[in-house]
């Protein structure tokens, strides 16, 4: 008894050793939030949050910061350049909202390593620069911009995982949308799209899509055969009927269609094809 006793605690020992092994503690990042304690922190420094504040051209000390990984410059003001951005090549995150913006900075796409870009809130009506030097982004935050049109570069992005469209100008979106094959979560609400666009037919790996607040009235047969889309956000559309082929929706697990005109007997329906599927009217 005493051996297996023995043994016992050995596995024990040797299960217990091999997780903590295996176990990674999370990485905390030097965090500064003002241009002054960063220099005095140069060679350690890994996020800089300069939020609300006011510069007449971006601070030349960034670019030598050389393990800077998050930028936030959220609600700053900078009257003139960005050009030291472009020297910040340790950089995965960069926070350019509520600027005041009319462009996202060309400094911006020196930024190969960029992971994360957020751009939310500005003034831009139109992006111009060429999105596919960013090759590495693969989350990018254009919200409660007013933008009327994308440019055919951000299909060019191969490893985007998650777009955000919410409350833009978007009436369309570019056919070179459709080479987005890696993007999982795409949100378009309270856009103005007058039907769904055919291209997010090609987006083989969308999980979740969100285009509630749209002038949609027709739900297209085409969206039915997605075949990882998992949860569907239709809220506050026209759309009162779905595909008779809806039952092919084997993946869905969420539904939004409230304030949707759906007749009850069109609603009994839809719950009935998707039985495994949450939905809410």
């Known amino acids: ?80 350049g960005f050009e030291p951005l472009a020297r910040a090549r340790s950089l995965r995150m960069l926070d350019l909202s509520g600027m005041q913006l009319a462009e ?15 751009f939310v809130g500005n003034t831009a009506t139109n992006l111009t620069a060429d999105f596919s030097q960013l090759s590495a982004l693969t989350y990018l935050n254009l919200d409660r ?17 998650w777009l955000r469209l919410n409350n833009t100008r978007l009436a369309s979106l570019p056919e070179s949308f459709g080479r987005l094959a890696a993007l999982e979560r795409l949100y378009l609400r309270s856009a103005q799209l007058p039907e769904i666009p055919s291209v997010i037919g090609k987006l083989a790996q969308v999980e979740d899509l969100c285009l509630s607040g749209n002038p949609i009235s027709v739900f297209p047969d ?11 956000d239709l809220n506050d559309t026209r759309i009162a009927a779905l595909p008779a082929t809806l039952q092919a ?33």
């Not at 609300?52 to 410059?73: H, W, Y």
């Not at 911009?145 to 995982?161: K, M, Q």
């Not at 085409?222 to 569907?232: C, D, F, M, S, V």
Request: net charge positive; charged share 20%.
């Open 222 to 232: 085409w969206l039915t055969a997605l075949p990882r889309l998992r949860n569907l």
């Open 1 to 80: 008894m005493k051996h297996l006793l023995d043994a016992l605690l050995i596995l024990t020992a040797l299960s217990v050793a091999g997780c903590f092994n295996n176990r990674e503690a999370p990485r905390r990042l030097v965090t500064c939030t003002t241009l002054e304690s960063a220099t005095a922190q140069r060679d350690g420094i890994g996020e800089l949050d300069l939020h609300g504040q006011t510069f007449d051209t971006l601070p030349p000390e960034i670019a030598t910061f050389s393990k800077l990984e998050r930028l936030i410059l959220r609600d700053a003001r900078i009257t003139n």
């Open 145 to 161: 911009t007013p933008l009327e049109v994308l440019p055919d570069s951000v299909g060019a992005l191969p490893r985007l995982r």
């Open 104 to 118: 996202i900075p060309a400094a911006v796409f020196a930024l190969s390593g960029l992971e994360h870009l957020y």
């Open 249 to 281: 929706m084997k993946a869905l697990r969420t539904l939004s269609l409230s304030r949707c005109p759906i007749p009850d007997a069109e609603k009994a329906r839809i719950r009935e094809a998707l039985p495994a599927c949450h939905v809410t009217f």
